[in-house]
């Protein structure tokens, strides 16, 4: 079961932009031609101030780049803070970075200051996930606030993990932090509401994979730096050259991620040693690895949790085919829930039909894995504009009253849609029931929902062998390489597996719209100490096509919460389980019909419960577990799905 990597070229962290290895491609002239244009332009209108090495409050220096109108005077500010790349290349890639985001700005008479967070290109210090991000994005926003070209107020923006610092920063209350447009930001919520999932490191208590692919190029413990006298006129003229990033060998993610024991699986593709796997003394709490989810290092850093109240007006983007969908509208709710009355009315979501930070890349025919979506646009400058022209501005621009309170994308419909909450109003839970004649398995099985639990208790089993686990395919995800690719797939293929519960309702008499959260409740036994319950839900066409529509996981030793410790089943015995929301948006026409999968794995999107009911990260083999699922009046296992009441 293990993977072996083969032998690869130890490529060194420092090359120059002409290195001799093969590994960077030649820049595409078109690409150079249209960032000098670019940059010539932004010259012309803008004063430039890069490689600024901006103090934090132990010493420590961030690297920021400030683009400012020229003789404009004080302005306000939009601020980007990243792990990634804003140098004047991406020496990785071979690339021109592209100014188009700076040049808008300044246009617009804002300053837009990017800097890059602690251990990253040429910012100081060592780099935790959940280490300083609190104090250091509060400290760069005073920062800012007391330059001379600044008029005190400042907003920001950004996606994934250049949005995910945002909520926690604006918890802190600083005075200056005017206003946020968190996008794609589930890593950056440690727990709400029903998830408890420690910056989406966790769902149900299983190990989401996709930080071991993400972590093996950003945990850069050791590297090198410039000494701290280093001038800026030579920090300039060095980051056309050095970007001070380690640059690894490619990885095929869908055999490394197979690797066991999982806490090796960075080691044994020669990844750098860092936060993932081996305690740092900078670390907040050690290998993540390692932490079960009640660990208190999950709230010594950087984690936004919901005992950290939000006052500050939010625009929040999130879309149905990412990771972070659940918990990131669970926050949205949790702020407009909990915020002063007059912020909690200046808090407004979009959801998009698109994967992870896909917004801007939606077409007149925007297609989400094999499934089209129609027309998903949205002018997103003249909403994000509008915001920060009103709140940082002060612009008399009427954009909260012109715009949606919530704007999501309907699946099926293919339209967007409106409404004053999430879910919308008049929405409803539709409950189904599982029912089979115990031969749920697979396409092929018995398996159906109902309005009603069937009466006699005739369960569904199945063994679940982590050395064969269910392959991921589509879903709503991000950040694992090449290991999985998201959206909506037929699933049809993998529904032939044995080991796959497939309950189908019948063809619907007349269409409905599902838009909230979709609970399920499910009644299991096992002959084994712990497993895992997974669960897709999915919109199957008259023609059988079956996309899928989100997914989600339950590690049962943490059935009963996931501040206790771990709980395990006794050989045979029925327990109830409450699986967290799954999430969307679709419509299903007359003659669709609903579908639920239900099994034990759903790998790499989710880490394999290796059955033993040990610690799983440390071991290296499993055994089989066999499972049932139960379905009758004394266990009525079922589906909740929320329906809203419209006419289309």
């Not at 007391?146 to 604006?170: D, R, Y």
């Not at 895992?532 to 996309?547: E, F, N, Q, W």
Request: hydrophobic share 35%; proline share 7%; glycine share 10%.
């Amino acid at each position: 079961m293990a993977f072996k990597p083969t032998a690869t070229l130890s490529i060194p962290f420092l090359y120059l932009l002409s290195t001799s290895f093969g590994q960077v491609p030649p820049p595409d002239p078109v690409v150079v031609a249209k960032r000098n244009a670019i940059e010539k332009e932004l010259e012309s209108i803008a004063v430039i101030d890069r490689k600024v090495m901006v103090p934090m409050r132990d010493g420590k220096r961030m690297a920021t780049d400030v683009y400012r109108p020229k003789g404009a005077g004080k302005v306000p500010v939009i601020f980007v803070r990243t792990p990634y790349n804003f140098n004047f290349w991406d020496i990785g890639l071979g690339a021109p970075r592209d100014l188009t985001a700076e040049l808008t700005a300044v246009k617009r008479g804002y300053a837009y200051v990017e800097m890059n967070e602690r251990g990253h290109f040429f910012s100081e210090g060592s780099y935790d996930i959940l280490g300083p991000p609190l104090t250091d994005g509060s400290d760069a926003i005073t920062w800012i606030a007391a330059q001379t070209w600044s008029n005190t107020k400042v907003g920001t923006i950004g996606c994934s993990s250049t949005a995910e610092w945002q909520l926690g920063v604006a918890a802190q209350g600083n005075p200056s932090f005017t206003t946020m447009i968190p996008q794609g930001f589930g890593a950056g919520v440690g727990r709400v509401g029903p998830y408890y999932e420690a910056g989406n490191w966790y769902r149900g208590g299983a190990v989401q994979m996709l930080f071991i692919a993400w972590l093996y190029g950003e945990q850069n413990q050791v590297r090198p730096t410039f000494p701290p006298n280093t001038s800026q006129e030579d920090l300039i003229r060095f980051s056309k050259a050095f970007d001070l990033a380690g640059h690894y060998p490619p990885v095929d993610w869908s055999k490394a991620l197979q690797h066991l024991p999982e806490m090796d699986i960075i080691k044994a593709v020669d990844g750098p040693h860092g936060i993932f796997a081996d305690r740092m003394e900078i670390s907040t709490g050690g290998a993540m690895i390692k932490r079960a989810p009640n660990d208190l290092a999950w709230y010594r850093g950087g984690l936004w949790h919901d005992n950290m109240p939000i006052n500050i007006p939010g625009l929040w983007f999130m879309s149905w085919y990412d990771v972070s969908v659940g918990p990131n509208l669970a926050a949205y709710n949790y702020v407009r829930r909990t915020a002063k009355p007059e912020i909690a009315n200046e808090q407004y979501a979009v959801i998009a039909p698109t994967l992870h930070c896909g917004y801007t890349r939606a077409t007149e025919d925007t297609v989400v894995g094999e499934r089209s979506m129609g027309d998903a646009r949205l002018d997103y400058d003249a909403l994000t504009y509008g915001w920060f022209d009103h709140f940082l501005k002060g612009a008399d621009n009427q954009i909260l009253e012109k715009t949606p309170r919530v704007r999501y994308f309907t699946m099926g419909l293919n339209k967007w849609q409106t409404a004053e909450t999430w879910p919308p109003e008049g929405a409803a839970p539709m409950k189904f029931y599982l029912a089979s004649s115990g031969n749920a398995n697979s396409l092929y099985g018995d398996g159906t929902l109902e309005v009603a639990a069937p009466g006699q208790d005739q369960p569904d089993r199945f063994a679940y062998d982590p050395a064969n686990p269910v392959p991921s395919y589509g879903g709503n995800v991000c950040c694992t390489g090449n290991a999985v690719t998201g959206g909506a797939f037929d699933q049809r293929k993998m529904e032939a597996r044995g080991d796959i519960l497939v309950y189908t309702s019948a063809p619907l008499k007349e269409g409905i719209e599902v838009s909230g959260p979709i609970g399920a409740t499910f009644y299991v036994s096992s002959d084994v100490k712990d497993t895992d319950v997974t669960v897709k839900i999915l919109d199957v066409y008259p023609d059988g096509t079956a996309y899928n529509l989100d997914e989600t996981i339950q590690r049962l030793r943490y059935r009963d919460g996931y501040e206790k410790p771990p709980v395990w089943m006794e050989n045979g015995k029925v327990y109830k389980v409450a699986i967290q929301p799954m999430n969307t948006s679709n419509y299903f026409p007359a003659g669709h019909t609903l579908r639920i999968e239900v099994s034990s794995s759903n790998f790499p999107r989710f880490d394999r419960n290796l059955n033993t009911s040990g610690n799983n990260y440390d071991e290296v083999s499993g055994v089989v577990a066999h499972n049932v699922v139960h379905h009758s009046r004394e266990y009525p296992s079922e589906v909740s799905i929320t329906v809203v009441s419209k006419k289309h």
